[in-house]
């Protein structure tokens, strides 16, 4: 079974639109797989809700402290090349708490972004796309995330490894600093440093071209391989132990992150978006998502073999044979191949652009 959808990632502000729950059931010929199924849905976490209250987002001026306070934790990375071109890095900490803080605040950057979790829950990505030179730390809620024993700060980094026309080149790095409220004036520290465990996400080929050979454009093909992700990476049931020990890179500010600047922001909104329609066209489907829409595409599958490969593109509109372009000029294409048994391959990168969205089993 195949469900595909389309995870838009809106401002938190912004009026979602309720929808009503559709199921349709398309019987694929030829294939391992017997239905594809669509739902409609809309989702948003507990703690996205809590921390979107009474925020207003605010961008402090440069500076060299984070809220007037001097920094503490450490931007860290591998023991790899300082700027790994097309790279992705886990990073985990996992740490004990005998009771479940009141307040937890956090200061969280990376380059160029990180997905980062706590508990295997999505907080959210970071930061907000900046120049090196005045780097954004943004101050974050992170109440609501943590529980009383064993928990696990998380985070997949990705890294350009080059400049982009909508990115600044720098260095890969990761940096995370929090205090958690324990009662009783307890107050835990939390920051990043060299007890935090990485590894390179081997799932992800970072050997692939750009999406571009005649500029910059948007980034990387991207390529993943669901068998090389280790399962259950963000819980902290996890054994992390034969990661390597993170290399402390230095406290901020420090090269290429002169400056600090501290952004307050609520949490995106993610909500899944559905197509209105869809139809084959030889061994593809094409999906209508009826709008231009921003996020990323999901494909959630039960696969009878490990192995099985999915071919995925996105564009704006349908050629006179129904199909769509997506390979000429800027390359939209990625590529996913799945492991045995339920899976979900969810796309790292944004897709700012795609009307429509074509797949197919290859």
Same mark, same amino acid.
């Given at each position: ?19 009503? /729950? ?20 809309? +989702?948003?976490?507990?703690?996205? @809700? ?35 071109? /097309? ?35 999505? +907080?959210?990505?970071?930061?907000? /796309? ?8 943004? @101050?974050?809620? &992170?109440?609501?995330? *943590?529980? $009383? ?7 997949? =980094? ?5 400049? !982009? ?13 929090? @205090? ?6 307890? =107050? ?9 465990? &990485? ?20 980034? *990387? ?15 902290? @049931? *996890?054994?992390?132990? $034969?990661?390597?020990?993170?290399? !402390?890179?230095?406290?901020?500010? !420090? ?5 600090? +600047?501290? &952004? ?21 489907? +094409? ?10 595409? =999901?494909?959630?599958?039960?696969? $009878?073999?490990?192995?099985?490969? *999915? ?18 000029? &800027? ?7 799945? $492991? ?16 429509? =969205? ?5």
């Amino acid at each position: 079974m195949i469900k595909i959808r389309f995870k838009t990632w809106y401002p938190a502000q912004k009026q979602i639109s309720q929808m009503k /729950n559709k199921v349709h059931n398309i019987h694929l010929i030829n294939t391992r797989i017997l239905a594809l199924c669509l739902l409609f849905s809309s +989702v948003q976490t507990k703690a996205q @809700k809590s921390s979107t209250q009474h925020l207003a987002p605010s961008i402090a001026a440069p500076s060299v402290l984070l809220k007037n306070q001097k920094p503490t934790a450490h931007w860290i990375w591998d023991s790899g090349p300082d700027n790994p071109l /097309n790279y992705y890095l886990l990073i985990r900490k996992t740490f004990e708490l005998q009771q479940i803080p009141t307040e937890a605040e956090a200061f969280i950057s990376a380059f160029a972004f990180a997905d980062v979790y706590i508990n295997g829950k999505l +907080v959210d990505r970071f930061p907000t /796309n900046c120049d090196p030179e005045f780097q954004v730390y943004e @101050k974050f809620d &992170v109440s609501g995330y *943590f529980k $009383k024993g064993t928990n696990t700060i998380s985070a997949m =980094v990705y890294n350009f490894g080059t400049g !982009m026309h909508h990115r600044i080149n720098g260095r890969g790095g990761f940096f995370f600093q929090a @205090k958690l409220n324990l009662g009783e004036n307890k =107050v835990l520290a939390l920051n990043s440093d060299n007890t935090w465990r &990485v590894k390179k996400a081997d799932a992800w080929d970072n050997q692939t071209e750009m999406r571009s050979s005649d500029a910059h454009l948007i980034g *990387f093909v991207e390529k993943y391989d669901a068998r090389n992700m280790p399962e259950g990476w963000n819980e902290s @049931k *996890f054994d992390h132990t $034969k990661w390597q020990a993170a290399r !402390m890179l230095g406290i901020p500010p !420090m090269a290429p992150w002169n400056k600090i +600047v501290v &952004v307050e922001r609520p949490p995106l909104f993610h909500e899944i978006v559905y197509p209105v329609r869809h139809w084959f066209v030889g061994n593809k489907i +094409v999906y209508d998502f009826g709008k231009e829409i921003t996020g990323k595409p =999901v494909i959630e599958l039960f696969a $009878k073999n490990a192995g099985a490969n *999915f071919e995925m593109g996105t564009a704006e509109r349908l050629l006179p044979d129904s199909t769509i372009l997506y390979k000429e000029r &800027v390359n939209y294409t990625d590529y996913y191949t799945a $492991k045995k048994g339920n899976a979900e391959l969810e796309s790292c990168h944004l897709a700012g652009i795609p009307l429509l =969205v074509g797949y197919r089993q290859r």
